[in-house]
Every structure is written in C-alpha cells, then in structure tokens.
C-alpha cells in the first residue's frame, strides 16, 4: 500500500455515500486503478474474476480463493473477503450483496465478466459516469505524488538538449531516455521522440530517422513511480537552436504558446472541459492552424495515464478543485513538422498550478 490504510477507508466511505446519494444498488470495480485506489492493493487474477464490490450497507471483496492472502486487505476490516474456487458462480456472489436499481460498473472490467454481470444485475453503466467525481477530485495524498512525478520527469527533459545532437537517431535518443526515466521512475509508461517530419505524428514514437540541425524534435515522455502514480510531460526542441527551425515552424510556436497561456489561465472550478478545450482550440484556429490542431487539450492523470476528466471538445463535465489533468495543444503540419506543450496541472479555488517546471519556450540544442 501507498498510504495508510485508513486513506482507503476512507475513500471507501466516500464512495458508499455517494452510492447512498445517487439511489444506485451499488458499485462493481475490478483489478487496476480503481481497485488500487480503493484498496491499495494492484493485485491481478488475470482471467479470473476480483471485484470490490460497494453497495449502501455492505463492502465486498470477491477473489479467487488461491489469490486472497495476496490482497493485502488483512487491516481492512470494513471489506468482507469472501473466496471462491474453480466451478463456482462469483457473479452470484457480486450480485448477492447488491439490491434493485442501477449498478456502476469498473472501466476495468473485461467483457468476460460484463456480460456475466450483466446477465444477474437489472442495468448497470460505467462508474466513472455515475460517481465520477470520486476518482477525478484528487486527495492530498495523491496530489503529492503527482507533484512527485511531476518532478521526477522535469528531471528528465532538464538532459534531454544534451541528447539531441545531429547525427544521432530518434532511437538512440530514445534508449537514452528510457534509462533516464528509469532512473527517476519505477517503470516507464512511454517514450515519444519525433523530429521533423515524424513530429507530425502526434502518436508516432521513435524510429531509425537521424536528426538534422533545424530539426524540431517533439519529446513526450512519462513514467511511473513506485506507488503508481504517472507522470507525462511534453516540450519541443530544435536540433541546433531555435533559429534553426523553419520559419513557418517559429511562426507557429507563437500561436501554441499562446493557447497554451490562454487555456491556463482560463481553467477555473465551474468551466466545462469542453469550454476549456475550446479556449485553445480557438486561439489555434483564429491563427489559421486549425485543421492542425488534431486531438483533445488533455486528459485526466493519477494511477492511470489518461482517465477522466477528459479536456475535450463539446463535453460538459464542470471541473472542480483538486483535479488534475494535463494541458497539451499541439499543432502538427502533415509531413513537416510538429509541435506539443504539454504540462500536468492541478485545479485549485482559483486557478490552475502546474506540476511541471521545465522551460516551455523552444529548447535549444548544441549544433
């Protein structure tokens, strides 16, 4: 366990209550984030069923008996720990503790035990729709491992100039950055290095291509610490100096780190996401960039990568304090270039604060 266990105590009332206020029979949460983040434990029973199982008056744990002493729940006596063996019904177990009406189902959860669930429970829909805000508001606890991940991947992009010298492939780079990241992480969740041409790829990851001075280089990298919780920041460079780049690509930078200052300073408690995104998205399109502008602002972060809330156009989730999400506008010309900002934020009463300190501004490289 990360924290103590009454933090998961705790987060556990939390969400009985909210089961309790929204009318629902329950919650069902399998393996992974969700499950870690009420428990504490990343235990995994791979095709077999475990489930945390929230309803209004009672708190179940449902495992397979060869994997229960793996749990780690021995300190969590509100959870009833009930194991089952091969050939028996765990679904009738899950369904046994929960009542009539609506059952919020774990993002995690695979379709093998779905339609199981399905099949015992009246209806059912995601509990990230239905008690959302219980995994999107961080707790102090989390935000200071997210700030500690924050600053362990600054870390990283503080050596990445050093790397990025003419001659090398986005590959070399890349393995550089792997151990890197290693060196401040427990794991690394994902290594992006796209330079010219490949940096118009906003998903493309690394390859055999050579830098050349005047090459921009789009760096998105992230890892995960020890209690599970992930970093993910991006910055652009140019092999050689900035003024190195093609003007076009200069011109650009501008725009970007325009939006990117107007979606900060427009993230407050009661903005949608969508109007959020809509903030950058204008002032990239009223430059003209458009059609460049290809993906959401962002996304949640915590135990997972990406998970709500999700910073993107027309969605109507109100953002509230204590969440935390990245900001990252991009513009990407087909073939050319690329270019992201990326930072991971958290909202505060008034505004937002980032977790990232690295310079924003085109970093410079040796030619």
Not at 325 to 344: H, V
């Amino acid at each position: 366990m990360t924290f103590d266990a009454s933090v998961y105590a705790d987060r556990r009332r939390k969400a009985a209550d909210l089961v309790r206020e929204r009318g629902l029979a329950g919650l069902v949460i399998g393996t992974g984030a969700e499950f870690a983040y009420l428990t504490g434990s990343w235990a995994s029973s791979h095709e077999r069923l475990t489930a945390l199982v929230i309803a209004p008056d009672a708190t179940r744990v449902v495992a397979p008996l060869t994997d229960v002493a793996s749990l780690g729940l021995e300190r969590a006596d509100d959870i009833d720990v009930v194991g089952w063996r091969d050939g028996d019904n765990p679904y009738r177990l899950v369904a046994d503790v929960l009542g009539d009406g609506m059952v919020g189902l774990g993002s995690s959860l695979t379709a093998d035990h779905v339609f199981p669930l399905q099949a015992l429970l009246p209806r059912t829909e995601l509990a990230t729709d239905a008690v959302a805000e219980l995994f999107m508001v961080k707790d102090a606890a989390e935000l200071e491992q997210i700030a500690a991940a924050g600053a362990a991947i600054d870390r990283v992009h503080e050596q990445v100039p050093a790397l990025l010298q003419p001659g090398r492939t986005e590959r070399e780079i890349a393995d550089d950055l792997t151990r890197l990241v290693l060196e401040e992480h427990e794991s690394v969740a994902f290594v992006i290095v796209g330079s010219g041409p490949n940096g118009s790829n906003p998903h493309h990851d690394f390859s055999d291509r050579v830098l050349e001075v005047g090459d921009p280089v789009v760096v998105d990298i992230g890892g995960v610490l020890a209690s599970g919780y992930q970093s993910d920041c991006t910055r652009t460079y140019v092999v050689g100096g900035k003024e190195s780049a093609p003007a076009d690509f200069r011109e650009a930078y501008a725009v970007l780190e325009d939006a990117f200052a107007a979606a900060c300073e427009a993230a407050r408690p009661g903005v949608t996401a969508g109007q959020l995104d809509a903030t950058a998205r204008n002032a990239i399109a009223d430059a003209g960039y458009g059609e460049w502008f290809t993906h959401r602002l962002g996304h949640g972060i915590g135990l997972s990568g990406h998970e709500q809330p999700f910073i993107i156009a027309g969605s109507d989730v109100v953002l509230r304090e204590g969440m935390a999400f990245s900001i990252e506008p991009g513009i990407y010309k087909p073939g050319a270039w690329g270019m992201r900002i990326e930072d991971i934020v958290w909202l505060t009463d008034t505004g937002v604060e980032t977790f990232n300190r690295t310079r924003r501004d085109l970093g410079v490289t040796g030619g």
